[in-house]
């Protein structure tokens, strides 16, 4: 199974102990060995949540995973944000840069080697 990424079509492939995959539509079971140590999940920044009104991607997809995971593959869940988020108001404005200090410990290429599921709000940083 293959990700094609459209914007500099290149051809990536899924780790293959997906267990679910995250579609524009909705979820999809996938049955196959769930494998790995995370279950990543890299939200929206706060200007991209702003901007497509999805401030409560995160909450709305941690409520999923809780409902249709057992407790053991729910704790395994880790939540990866931007090293330097940029924030913005309710009405759009820039506020400035936060730093997340912990994304800046783990390189973005060992949480993603260490992924057995790789849920994102923006594929383009999981390719």
């Known amino acids: 199974m293959f990700l094609t990424n459209t914007f500099s079509k290149n051809n990536k492939k899924i780790c293959k102990s997906l267990k679910i995959l995250v579609t524009p539509i909705g979820f999809e079971p996938i049955t196959c060995p769930l494998g790995g140590k995370t279950i990543l999940i890299i939200s929206p920044t706060s200007a991209i949540g ?5 401030n409560e991607w995160e909450k709305n997809i941690l409520s999923f995973l809780k ?6 593959l729910f704790k395994k869940i880790k939540i990866r944000n931007k090293p ?3 924030i913005v108001d309710m ?3 820039y506020l400035g ?6 994304e800046k410990q783990v390189p973005i290429e060992e949480d993603l080697e260490n992924a057995s599921i790789i849920i994102a709000y923006n594929s383009q940083v999981a390719i």
Do not use: A
């Open 50 to 54: 702003w901007y497509f009104n999805e």
């Open 91 to 93: 009405t759009g404005k």
């Open 97 to 102: 840069l936060k730093q997340n200090s912990s």
């Open 84 to 86: 330097n988020e940029p």
């Open 67 to 72: 409902e249709n995971l057992s407790d053991g």
